[in-house]
Structures are given as structure tokens and as C-alpha cells.
């Protein structure tokens, strides 16, 4: 196996930013195991790197093209309410007055 | 009633239906009935709507009965994946996040399936937000089993569609493809699914995995099926502004056109699965020989009925799908999952959390299986600033590099000037669930011949093209260019016309799923 560069190595500070910034309250063990398979991951992640791309290849972010005249186009930006808001509310925690009430929202200071 | 109508297609259960020969609610009966005594077995489904369905079924027989016009699939029992939203109606996703959610409105292919006056039967099982190709990563355990062989997968992540679908669990089922979603698990479960072109059918409402790939399509027990689904599932819809405003064809008639002509192309690079190495080395792996035996039979099949086959088509590209989907899906998946959190959508944490934050981290932590975290924080992780270019934007100019195969094969004018490109649907058949016995290497790439084609946003047809000598089904697929529905169906109808293909042992003829017994009433383990 290749041995893992160091600018991709996942170590347990940088997995633990990611875990933060992902939301997701890891327990202990399987914060390890995921670490250590996302590492197992860098194997595959790097064979990019094997794939010859020569400077005229521009990336594409879909597929098939998209010529003007079969393009759907922007929607116009135009409020429609929803016909049964409740049936959205009800499945909420917590809701009072057709709003969705959050548990609190704790202040941080920015910067 | 007779309950050899729930083996009919939906095209025959429709026109009974029509003709007042069967009514929608005894057929309904006899579906519910089959479910009752298979689904202990297939595990196929996540929620079975047995209320909402007898009142769909009434609606229809009293429009019938009234002399009113009916949809196409009138009274035909259908299952839709746990990705579609149903309203009133359970969707999960496979995913304990969305246990018990229940959405306010239908996903635009239930409403189409609904206005062609289908019913719906259930939701089935898949992989978590389609994320596998086993539905072992499904909260909802157990996982659909193979309807050959319960010991093995069924595939994925549409498992439970197509295992219905080959158990006469309701007679079509809707699933989604997102790197060879309905593909995959049709050719594992011995039955058709149809990937359409990118953009062709609307995915409104149906829960998102990887959106530049996502599409839904029809799994069916025959490519007329296929066809006539297409019919009510294609077009244009505003509300999924990635499809396009493109005619429809009526794909039954368009199936049923000449075939003398047709340039199939077989390739060399769809014949083995090429594994890169990070140092740019490849290594060629061996495919089953059953299975590349039952791609030149096909392609055999056609040459007898007029077709033109060329061997030798060069798809030099194919082998780098792999990483570039992998970090596409895997990227596209982190953006598309932060929307759970447990308070605006999601089943909350009961975890006693302190602030919302932590009911957000929680809840997913909760709701979340353990393929699906791997596969945020792998998006998350190639998301970052530093890593944009060396992955991200690679990966999106080697998907141009694959789709540039395509657009040589397909050019009119080009070399090769291909309507359809066979393949091999998978590597291998449907494997074991402790894998026992199964090469790793083909496991690990059963997506290989399916995932390029999400890539290059190309239509895609699995269909049965005999057993291997283990009684396993095995699947060919056809591939065409953008729009080109039509040509994959007239290729696959001629080979399943031809009977050769299967054999005689698609689902639809095979002799093991008796009525009134077991689908796996001749299966070994059992």
C-alpha cells in the first residue's frame, strides 16, 4: 500500500473538526472506527490522481449537456403558501402558535 | 378470485381491469394475499399501505363502473422505494432519522403513478438515502433477501423493490439510481429496471442523495412494463428544473419498431473490472464467464434478429469512474444529508439535549447508520477549502473524460456510430451475505458497469438473461445515448421476445415461485 502523504492524513484533531462541523455527536469508539476507515478511504480518494487529465478537459457538473432550448430555466422568485402548514408543524418537537420552538439557542461570539 | 392474476404483467392486469374482467379491489385481494404469505420471507417491505390502498382500488372500479376514463395502470398494485414521499404514508429513506415521518404531499412520480390510477401497495426497504448496493445498511432490519436464494443480497439500494417485484408483490414498483440503484438489484433479483437519462423523469419529492446522478425509474417483470411506465413517469416538470423539455415518445410503440440495423456495440472494457492503483498501475480482474457467456448470447440474440453487433468498442475511460463517482456521491451526499437535524426535519434525539446544537448532533447521531457517517464526513472531508481542486474539481473534469466515451460511441458520425452498448449489468451475481465464496474484488466493484452511466447521465436497462449454474439470475444491460429510451427498450424487447435470453426462467415463467407457496420453496437453504 501506498504510503499516505502527509497533507492527507485524517488525524484526530483535524477528524474532530470535521466530526463538529458535521453535527454529529460521536461516541468514542465509533469515533475511532471512523477515523480509521476514513483513512482506509484516502486509498481510493487518491486514485484520482492516477487519472491522466490533460489542461483541455473543463469539469462538467452534469453528465449530459443541457442545450438552452430543452433548459428548464429559474422559477420566478414568488412566495406560495403552503396548503396544510400544520401537517408540517405537528411532526415538530416542540411548536406553539405555528411555529417550530427550538430548544435555546445558546449566544456565541463571533470573532 | 384467481390468484394466478397478480403473475400477470401490469399491461394485462390493466386491460382485465379496463374490461371490468377483474375488478382493481379483487386484484388488490389477491396482491395483499401473496404479501401476506411471502413477505415473512422477502422482507421486501418497510411499510404496507393496505387502508390507502383499498380506497385507490374502490376509486378505480367506481370509475370504471361509472363508464369514467382510466389511467394506463389502472388498478395495477405498485411499491415506490422509502425514498419517495408519500403524503400521510411513512417515508424513511432507510433511515432511522426519518422513522415515522410522514410527508405533507407526494413525491411527483407517486402523483403520476396515482393520476395513471396505480396503486399503491407499500414502501419498500433500501439502503439508508440509497447509500449501498446490498440493503444491508437499512435501519429497518431484516434486509430484503434474495428471492433465488435467501442467503444472498438482493441488492441495492433498490433491494426491496426488486425483490417484490420477482415475489408478485405488487406487479411494478418505482426505485431509484444514483450509481446503479435499480439496475443492480433487477439484475440480482432476476427482473427489468430501467434507469432513464438524466433529467428525464422528475425527482421532486424523492429524497436526495447525490443530485447531479439521482434518477427514478420503473422495475418491472417485463421490458413492455418498463415501457408503458415510462410512459405515465417521463416528461417535463418545473418543480425539478434538471429535467428537460423534451417530447415523450409513446415507448411502447417506439419498442416495438423494426431492429434490423441497430449498431449494438460490445466492449472489452465492460468484460472485466480494471482496478487503479493510487500509482496509476491497473490491474485486470476476470468478470464470472456465465456472465460474459450471457452477454454474447444476447448480443447473438440480437445479430439473428437484424442487428448490427461491432465488438472491439473501445471504453478506455470506464476504469475511472470508480474514485471520480466516489468522491462525487460522497460530496454531493454530506450537502444533501445536513438538512436532518431533528427539529425542523427529523425524528428528534430523546437524549436529553441541552441547547438546540446538541439536539442537532444528537439527533443525528442517533438517526444516522454507520455507512451514512462514514460517507458525510469522507463529503465533508473532500469539501474542505485545501482539497477543492485535488479532489472535487478532478473528479467533475474526469467525469467529462468518461462522458467523452459515450459521445464517440453514439456520434452519428463518429467510428462506431452505436444506437445501444451491451454490457454485463454487475460483475457477478447476487452474492452471500457473509460473503463467503464471492471474490472480493468483484464485490467491492459491483457497481463498476452501472456507476458510469449516472456519470455520463445516460438511460440504462437491466434485463434477465439466464441463470448461472448455481440457479443465481444473471442481468445484460443496455445502454443508450441521451433521450434514447426508446432504443434500449427495442433492444431489450427483442431479447427477451426471443426467449433465448432468459431461458425460459424470468420470473414471470419460473416454475419455483408456485402459487400458494413459497418463493423460496425450492431454494436449497430452506
Known sequence: ?111 | MNREFVRLTAFEQAQLIRTKQISASELLKASLVQMEQVEPLTHAFVTICEKEAKEKARAVDKKIAAGEPVGPLAGVPYSAKDLFCTRGIQTTGGSGILSGWLPPYDAAAIERMNQADAVLIGKTNCDEFGMGGTNENSAFQPCPRNPYDSERVAGGSSGGSAAAVATYEGTVSLGTDTGGSIREPAAFCGVVGLKPTYGRVSRWGTLAFASSMDTVGPITRSVRDAALMMNVLAGFDPRDNVTGRVSVPDYISEMKKEIKGLRVGISPDFLKVAVLASDGSIEDHPIEPEITAAVMRTAEILRSAGAEVITDVPMLNTKYSVPAYFVISRIEAYSNLQRYDGLKYGRPSQNHPVDMYDLFAKSREDGFGHEVKLRILTGLFMSRKDFYEKYYLRAQRARALIRSDYDRIFDPMGDYRLDVLLTPSTPLPAFRFDRKGCDPVLIQYADMFTSPMNFAGLPGISLPAGKTSDGLPIGVQFVGYDYCESKILRAAYIAEQTGTVAEGDCPERCSELDMGQSPFGNSPCL
Open chain 1, 1 to 111: 500500500m501506498k504510503k499516505q502523504m502527509p497533507e492527507d492524513l485524517i488525524e484526530k484533531s483535524l477528524f474532530a473538526e470535521l466530526v463538529q462541523t458535521a453535527a454529529i455527536d460521536l461516541l468514542p469508539n465509533e469515533a475511532e472506527t471512523l477515523c480509521e476507515e476514513l483513512n482506509g478511504q484516502m486509498e481510493i480518494i487518491r486514485q484520482l490522481e492516477a487519472i491522466p487529465l490533460d489542461g483541455n478537459i473543463s469539469p462538467v457538473i452534469h453528465g449530459n449537456p443541457y442545450p438552452f432550448d430543452i433548459r428548464c430555466g429559474l422559477r420566478q422568485d414568488e412566495w406560495i403558501p403552503f396548503a396544510d402548514p400544520q401537517s408540517i408543524i405537528s411532526q415538530a418537537p416542540f411548536s406553539k402558535d405555528n411555529f417550530i420552538v427550538s430548544p435555546d439557542v445558546p449566544h456565541q461570539r463571533i470573532g
